[in-house]
């Protein structure tokens, strides 16, 4: 069975420091990987996705994707309290469907 | 841009009651669209998907049932609800051919009592 595994946390950083989420995966053929904040009793909202190996940044966030390690993670620089929430690792698997991870609770100590 | 609609937000319904929820999407033709449902504390649950008119998909054998009568409508439906119904129900739209991205409404909160 497909799998996506998180730390459920919680994981508590001090603001203006580097938050590091993980990820891993057991389908070694996925080729696609997202990740998710959500805010609690609010919806997913998209961060960031990464298809190739290596890293992608956008802004404050960088996913990090190691295809021969099954691991994809997610750094966020400069950590601020509105950083605070839950962070879902999806990825792709086949037939139009995601594979979630439980999410990472995350946070931010002001 | 795409916009996605849900409704309602809340929900409080009775045991055995039917149940309808409903989603919509703007800005966007022949989406692929997915009804996920998130238990308190829990990570996401695919219920069901569609790529087209009238196509559904299954993933959870249950007492719901979806469709979709238009191109950017999806409906969750049941006939009889439950206590173990209760959730966070989430619609969410991707386009292609399902390795990208998806995008979530913003849910409707149900609780059967």
Same mark, same amino acid.
């Given at each position: 069975q497909k799998e996506v595994e998180q730390n459920s946390g919680p994981l508590s950083v001090p603001e203006g420091a580097i938050a590091s989420l993980n990820c891993t995966y057991s389908d070694r053929v996925s080729q696609s990987f997202f990740w998710?904040?959500? /805010? +609690?009793?609010?919806?997913? @909202?998209?961060?960031?996705?990464? /298809? +190739?190996?290596?890293?992608? @940044?956008?802004?404050?966030?960088?996913?990090?994707?190691?295809?021969?390690s099954q691991y994809v993670s997610l750094l966020i620089r400069d950590s601020q309290p509105s950083?605070?929430?839950?962070?879902?690792?999806?990825?792709?698997?086949?037939n139009y469907q995601l594979i979630w991870g439980a999410g990472t609770k995350l946070i931010i100590k002001p | 841009s795409q916009t996605i609609h849900q409704w309602p937000a809340t929900l409080v319904q009775p045991v055995g009651s039917p149940l309808s929820l409903e989603c919509t999407v703007e800005g966007t033709s022949n989406p692929n669209l997915y009804w996920y449902r998130q238990a308190a504390g829990?990570?996401?649950?695919?219920?069901?998907?569609?790529?087209?008119?009238?196509?559904?998909?299954?993933?959870?054998?249950?007492?719901?049932?979806a469709s979709r009568p238009q191109d950017r409508q999806f409906i969750l439906s049941s006939k009889k609800l439950?206590?173990?119904?209760?959730?966070?129900?989430?619609c969410a739209w991707s386009v292609g051919t399902g390795d990208n991205e998806q995008f979530f409404g913003p849910g409707t909160r149900l609780t059967v009592l």
């Open positions: 998710y904040r959500q /805010y +609690s009793g609010k919806s997913p @909202e998209l961060i960031m996705s990464i /298809y +190739s190996n290596g890293d992608k @940044e956008d802004g404050r966030f960088t996913a990090q994707l190691n295809k021969a950083d605070s929430a839950t962070y879902l690792c999806a990825v792709y698997a086949s | 829990r990570g996401l649950q695919l219920l069901f998907y569609s790529v087209g008119i009238g196509q559904i998909s299954s993933e959870v054998p249950q007492n719901l049932s439950l206590l173990s119904d209760s959730g966070f129900y989430l």
